[in-house]
């Protein structure tokens, strides 16, 4: 087949699907005269009411959806109900109805305002925008009379492609009917990516020319390799589905535990980010918590709490897997994820900016009295927590945080996400017991390149060979230092990288509850030997593409 017959993009989630592609409806177009109608004084007050209807019967469908849904589906959808009843965005609307604006025309001007405002911010909050976008359509065409713009609801399998997807689309798909995802726009880390691994379809962020697939056009999507092509031949097609069809069912069955072909075992831990999610956790294959993300139960705190009302939160986390390894990362508060009790400073680049271990520059003590509830914690549970700083960037931080946990009788450890620790892995493993690599950050600072940013995906890639070879250093350094090295990231929950990583030296995994059957499957079909040997080879590849080719060569 020809390479016109073929688009590319970052692959999310593996597998194959074959169908025809659908492309999602276009969002109601607001006409001119609606758009520049001026609203006599008299009616502005009843536009207003008209607007808050609308925008509640939008939020109440988010709302119910989310009640229907489970795991991130839920927690995504309840996020986007939230963020269509947001005080701020509704006070904008309203502000520019009573200057003279039509409630269609204000929902768009609000919507662009805080959309140039979350892209300011960068960050997840960028990634707010597609959200905030899909709100916005959702309450002009309920104001105009039009059906909700969005999926179409298909009566036999497709391939959805779109611009993007909000999380009110991805979360109700079926995936008998809907069989794999393919966007333009987005990244590895957007919503469509987290929600297609949920729905366990194969999935394809940052096609650039995927205008090129008309709709109806029988497409062969890889979410290994984040290819879509035309034409390929039905027969072929089949085949390769039959036998990502016996892949699926292997993960469906998977019971763990982690293991090489080779009888090599793998620790594949779960990301939470509560007690609720390791409590669920707590019910699956995973054989413990690699990332406890404590800064999520705070995102509302208006007050710092108390070092027992910390205690209490931590202790539900390590009550659900007692006797089994947990590791709890101190606030990665900042950047995106601001904590309103700490005193976050107004910033130009607040990505690079005081996040994490640095808090404790501008908030003396909040990480200290963190470690404090962290060692209640531990006491009251009978329990010995690992405990990680993110953002560490020097010897002295290290040695510093180390220090603290010790006093506490915490084992310490630092995130690897700034490449300088990558740079001195034997100096900072001689200061703390573990590393574990935090890939989304890591590779958005080797790359220097955004990790919302989806002119960028492709060099915010975890396959980036600079990127591979910063893993290795970290990894290889506690090899020599005989110390764990975990990989928290988003790259451990893709099954082809998650090998490469143990071929590197990475010695534990952590990832979303619902990825570690993926993986677990993908790491016992192959020897260590295989793993190393394709990370050896893997090294070398001169890109993304190349490396992620390779890996499927030699490992798929």
């Keep these: ?24 409806k276009p969002r109601p177009v607001l006409p001119k005269r609606i758009h520049d109608r001026v609203v006599p004084d008299e009616e502005r007050e009843g536009e207003v009411e008209r607007f808050k209807a609308a925008t509640t019967i939008v939020a109440g469908r988010f709302t119910e959806r989310a009640s229907s849904a489970t795991g991130v589906a839920a927690e995504v959808l309840g996020a986007t109900a939230a963020l269509a009843k947001d005080r701020g965005w509704l006070r904008a609307a309203q502000k520019l109805i009573k200057g003279g604006q039509s409630a269609e025309a204000a929902t768009e001007g609000a919507t662009d305002q805080f959309v140039a405002m979350f892209q300011q911010v960068g960050g997840l909050m960028a990634e707010r925008t597609t959200d905030l976008k899909d709100i916005r359509d959702r309450t002009i065409a309920q104001l105009l009379g039009e059906p909700e713009p969005g999926v179409p609801a298909p009566s036999s399998p497709i391939a959805l492609l779109a611009d993007d997807l909000a999380p009110a689309d991805t979360a109700g798909l079926d995936p008998e009917l809907v069989l794999a995802l393919v966007t333009r726009l987005g990244g590895p880390t ?134 089994k390894k947990v590791v709890i990362r101190t606030l990665d508060a900042g950047s995106d994820k601001p904590v309103p009790f700490a005193n976050h400073e107004d910033e130009e680049n607040p990505a690079l900016g005081v996040r994490g271990i640095r808090l404790e520059k501008t908030n003396a003590g909040l990480i200290t009295r963190q470690l ?52 001195l892995a034997d100096d900072f493993l001689n200061e703390v017991e573990f590393f574990s690599i935090g890939t989304n950050d890591l590779t958005q600072y080797a790359m220097a390149a955004d990790r919302m940013s989806s002119p960028l995906a492709t060099l915010t890639d975890p396959w980036q060979p600079a990127v591979l070879s910063l893993i290795h250093m970290a990894a290889q350094a506690g090899q020599r230092a005989g110390k764990t090295v975990g990989v928290c990231g988003e790259a451990a929950a893709d099954p082809l990288l998650a090998c490469v990583l143990l071929g590197l030296g990475v010695t534990y995994l952590s990832m979303a509850t619902t990825a570690i059957p993926a993986v677990g499957v993908q790491v016992g079909s192959v020897t260590m030997q295989q793993c190393q040997d394709a990370a050896a080879q893997v090294l070398r590849a001169g890109s993304a593409s190349a490396a992620k080719a390779k890996a499927a060569e030699l490992l798929g």
Excluded at 372 to 397: F, K, Q, R, Y
């Design 190 to 323: 957007s919503h469509t990516a987290i929600l297609a691994r949920q729905l366990g379809i194969p999935c394809i962020v940052a096609v650039t020319e995927l205008a090129k697939v008309p709709e109806g056009t029988p497409v062969l999507v890889d979410g290994t390799l984040g290819t879509v092509t035309m034409g390929v031949e039905p027969g072929d097609a089949q085949r390769l589905i039959e036998a990502d069809s016996a892949r699926r069912e292997a993960i469906r069955t998977w019971t763990g535990p982690g293991r090489t072909a080779d009888g090599v075992e793998v620790d594949l831990l779960a990301n939470v980010q509560d007690g609720a999610a390791a409590r669920r956790a707590s019910g699956t294959e995973a054989n413990g918590i690699g990332l406890f993300r404590t800064e999520m139960c705070f995102l509302t705190a208006q007050t710092e709490p108390s070092t027992a009302e910390q205690a209490k939160i931590y202790g539900e986390v390590l009550a659900a897997f007692p006797g």
């Design 372 to 423: 404090d509830a962290i060692a209640m914690a531990g006491e009251d549970n009978d329990a010995s927590p690992w405990v990680m700083a993110p953002m560490v960037a020097t010897l002295e931080e290290a040695r510093d945080f180390a220090a603290a946990c010790r006093e506490r009788n915490l084992k310490p450890g630092i995130m690897v996400e700034v490449p300088a620790v990558a740079l």
């Design 1 to 24: 087949m020809s390479n016109d017959q073929t688009v590319s993009g970052t692959g999310v989630v593996s597998g194959f699907a074959y169908a025809p592609a659908a492309w999602t």
